[in-house]
Each structure stands twice: as structure tokens, then as C-alpha cells.
Nanobody
Framework: QVQLVESGGGRVQAGGSLRLSCAAS????????MGWFRHTPGKEREFVGG????????DYADSVKGRFTISRDNAKNLVYLQMNNLNPEDTAVYYC???????????????????WGQGTQVTVSS
């Protein structure tokens, strides 16, 4: 059974940093493309960043490019989202997602992913 568990969320002031982690189990992690999404009430789930199976390719939403970095450790079954220079618009529940993939593609669409974590709240105060 595939399980994704996010951690690292919390409350931070504008300009601060947080690092989210997503621990994966029940899957051959290195064969899964991973992604981070976020959701705010009243809005659709938003792509934040994605990473290919090997970690060699990444992609980001324009709103976070240059501030957020996604990375993965295939030996530890972990994917990270380093978030710097946070602003109140980054406040959301952040989810990690996984999809089995044979190519080095980075997936941007929420419908592209098969498995989801339960989410972790990030709150940025001004």
C-alpha cells in the first residue's frame, strides 16, 4: 500500500523559510515522479513543483520559481520542498504526490498523479 506522509509545515513570518518533507512507503520510490501541490480554500489545487524519477529534472510554478527548490533522496524515499522568502500568498495546505513513470518527465497536472499525502499546513504571516 502506497503511503505518502508530509511533514515540516508550520507558521512562519513573511521572508522566512520552511522545508517540507514527504516520506514515501509501499512503492519503488526511484520509479516514481514526485510533485508538490498546494490548496487554499476557494481555489483549485495548484502545482508548486515537480521532480523526475532520478531527480535530474525539476519544474516549478512561476509563482515560486527562484524561491522554492524541490529535491529527492531516492535512498531514503524522501522528497523535499525547500521554501525560502515566504510570503502570505504561500499560505496553503501543501501536498506531495507520486506517479509511477518510466521516463524522466516532470508532471505538472494534478490528474497526472496517482497517490497523494494527507497534506501539511503552511501559514505565512505578514
Amino acid at each position: 500500500q502506497v503511503q505518502l506522509v508530509e511533514s515540516g509545515g508550520g507558521r512562519v513570518q513573511a521572508g522566512g523559510s520552511l522545508r517540507l518533507s514527504c516520506a514515501a512507503s509501499g512503492l519503488r520510490f526511484s520509479a516514481y515522479a514526485m510533485g508538490w501541490f498546494r490548496h487554499t480554500p476557494g481555489k483549485e489545487r495548484e502545482f508548486v513543483g515537480g521532480i523526475s524519477t532520478s531527480g535530474g529534472r525539476t519544474d516549478y510554478a512561476d509563482s515560486v520559481k527562484g524561491r522554492f527548490t524541490i529535491s529527492r533522496d531516492n535512498a531514503k524515499n524522501l522528497v523535499y520542498l525547500q521554501m525560502n522568502n515566504l510570503n502570505p500568498e504561500d499560505t496553503a495546505v501543501y501536498y506531495c504526490a507520486a506517479r509511477s513513470l518510466f521516463s524522466g518527465t516532470v508532471l505538472r497536472g494534478s490528474r497526472d498523479y496517482s497517490f497523494w499525502g494527507q497534506g501539511t499546513q503552511v501559514t505565512v504571516s505578514s
